[in-house]
């Protein structure tokens, strides 16, 4: 049996990755949700732009001049927030996909 907690760092670190390889889809996916082109659900749009103010934002749960510790709130909430994020990039990578005449390659696995 696998031990889940001692994984999961990882996965957030494969998901931040995932996000950094996808910077070229994610300015043009929010170009057309400001230009009214694209929409995304309204909660996902406003849990990422929350997570992002209380990123730059100088209040937080633990202080960032505690090196270290302050960062973790921080990282927590980031983490969950690209969880949502990469949801919605790979609908509009499809979607782009579907609209180019390309056809759609969908990341599952067999079993």
Known sequence: MKNKGASMPFSRLRRF?????KRNIIL????????GTYKIPVMTALLFLAS??????PVDLIP????????IDDLILFSYASKFLEK???KYQQQKQYES???IVLNTKWK
């Open 17 to 21: 990755y995932g996000l950094f390889k």
């Open 28 to 35: 043009p996916m929010f170009k057309e949700v400001f230009s």
């Open 52 to 57: 992002l103010v209380y990123i730059v934002s």
């Open 64 to 71: 960032d001049w505690i090196i270290g510790l302050g960062w």
């Open 88 to 90: 919605e990039l790979e």
């Open 101 to 103: 005449g390309k056809p």
